[in-house]
């Protein structure tokens, strides 16, 4: 995982992004991105051989700012605003991405990483709930609750608890800088960086 800072990094993580809304819309899938404040943000790139396969666009809440979760929104966290992997490749990204991000969220003090998930109302093309079936079935997450916007979509919040997982890093290596007092990462070679 590398911060996403340069024009080079940026255009990447673009032509990711547009190739990612074209899939979805030839499927009928609502291109869903979140509101990430500007305040504390970061954006990460999953790289495998220097080639971007996966995208994270990050917000770490220290304070209750989380109100509209209920509860457990006053829980430090990092909410993943946006995430994106190569359309069309199922090969685990969003496992690996789940794993890094309950990782660097334990790294940072958290107790969750958390995401908002908007599906589309049902209709005869799109299918909602697929991907937070996905999340919740394949990559642990729980979901905490759910509303209906006024167009009928809905937003499923999910969450998943903060794990120090130490031995993450042969697999992917991360150069995301976590402030304060962090655990320092295992030097070497990855397979995902």
């Given at each position: 995982?590398?911060?996403?800072?340069?024009?080079?990094?940026?255009?990447?993580?673009?032509?990711?992004?547009?190739?990612?809304?074209?899939?979805?819309?030839?499927?009928?899938?609502?291109?869903?991105?979140?509101?990430?404040?500007?305040?504390?943000?970061?954006?990460?790139?999953?790289?495998?051989?220097?080639?971007?396969?996966?995208?994270l666009h990050l917000?770490?809440?220290?304070?209750?700012?989380?109100?509209?979760?209920?509860?457990?929104?006053?829980?430090?966290?990092?909410?993943?605003?946006?995430?994106?992997?190569?359309?069309?490749?199922?090969?685990?990204?969003?496992?690996?991405?789940?794993?890094?991000?309950?990782?660097?969220?334990?790294?940072?003090?958290?107790?969750?990483?958390?995401?908002?998930?908007?599906?589309?109302?049902?209709?005869?093309?799109?299918?909602?709930?697929?991907?937070?079936?996905?999340?919740?079935?394949?990559?642990?997450?729980?979901?905490?609750?759910?509303?209906?916007?006024?167009s009928g979509e809905?937003?499923?919040h999910l969450q998943?608890?903060?794990?120090?997982?130490?031995?993450?890093?042969?697999?992917?290596?991360?150069?995301?800088?976590?402030?304060?007092?962090?655990?320092?990462?295992?030097?070497?070679?990855?397979?995902?960086?």
């Open positions: 995982m590398r911060p996403v800072r340069t024009a080079a990094a940026r255009a990447e993580v673009e032509a990711l992004m547009e190739d990612r809304r074209q899939w979805q819309a030839k499927r009928g899938y609502t291109d869903a991105r979140q509101h990430c404040p500007d305040a504390d943000t970061d954006e990460v790139g999953l790289y495998e051989d220097d080639v971007l396969i996966g995208y917000h770490l809440h220290r304070e209750p700012v989380l109100q509209h979760w209920g509860r457990g929104g006053s829980e430090p966290s990092v909410l993943l605003c946006d995430a994106y992997g190569v359309p069309g490749r199922d090969d685990s990204i969003g496992r690996l991405m789940t794993l890094w991000a309950t990782d660097f969220a334990a790294r940072n003090g958290c107790t969750w990483a958390r995401c908002e998930v908007r599906e589309p109302k049902p209709s005869s093309v799109a299918v909602p709930g697929r991907l937070s079936a996905f999340l919740r079935s394949e990559c642990g997450w729980e979901q905490t609750n759910l509303y209906f916007l006024p809905r937003v499923v998943a608890r903060a794990l120090d997982r130490r031995g993450l890093a042969p697999m992917i290596r991360c150069e995301i800088p976590v402030p304060g007092p962090s655990v320092t990462a295992v030097e070497g070679e990855a397979r995902h960086a």
